[in-house]
Every structure is written in C-alpha cells, then in structure tokens.
C-alpha cells in the first residue's frame, strides 16, 4: 500500500531523494513520516509532515533533510542532502490513513530502501 524508493549508495556529502507512494483507496492521510533504521539499533523518526502544520526533524537531521508532500499524488518524499556515513539505515515511510469515510485511520509502512553513505 506504500511503495518506497529512491535509496542507494552514495559518498559523504552527497544527495539522495527518497519518495513513497501510497495507493488503494484513500479518503484522506493524517500524517507521513520517513523512519529509518541502521544495523544494530532502534527504528528512529527522521521526518514527519502532518496534513495541517510545520514539519518536525530529527535533531540529527536538522539543516539537511526535506520532508515534503503531494497530497493531490499521496506521496511523500524525503530530500537527504550533506549524507554522513551516520545516515546509512534502511529507510521506511509511514503514512497514517484513512480508507473510508467510515473508517478510522491507521498507520501503513512502506518495505523499506537502503541508503548507504560511504565515507
């Protein structure tokens, strides 16, 4: 239901945009949001964008990462600039949905796409 793309190998200092498509029927989305989750360690949030409001960061981002969103295409995308070998973790968008007007809204997760920064 969310299809995620865009990760890659890439050198320090370098740019990747990572986007994330939702599908089936939609009424409308809450929030979307890129996590990310490196070797070893917790899934972390890097990036929310609600439906009304300001985005929010990661401090470990801040300054370099861009989250934005399409409604009108339900899709969201992540620009990653000044990667760090640190950024390397598989990457999952979440959107929080709600398939119908008498439904209430659940959280879906994309399958994840690897970005990796060398140094």
């Known amino acids: 239901q969310l299809q995620a793309s865009g990760g890659g190998l890439v050198q320090a200092g370098g740019s990747l945009r990572l986007s994330c498509a939702a599908a089936?029927?939609?009424?409308?989305?809450?929030?979307m949001a890129w996590y990310r989750q490196a070797p070893g360690k917790q899934r972390e949030l890097v990036a929310v964008?609600?439906?009304?409001?300001?985005?929010n960061y990661a401090d470990s981002v801040k300054g370099r990462f861009t989250i934005s969103r399409d409604s009108a295409k339900n899709t969201v995308v992540l620009q990653m600039n000044s990667l760090k070998p640190e950024d390397t973790a598989v990457y999952y968008c979440?959107?929080?949905?709600?398939?119908?007007?008498?439904?209430?809204?659940?959280?879906?997760w994309g399958q994840g796409t690897l970005v990796t920064v060398s140094s």
């Open positions: 979440k959107a929080k949905i709600r398939r119908y007007l008498t439904d209430g809204a659940l959280d879906y």
């Open positions: 089936g029927s939609i009424f409308s989305i809450n929030s």
């Open positions: 964008t609600p439906s009304v409001g300001i985005p």
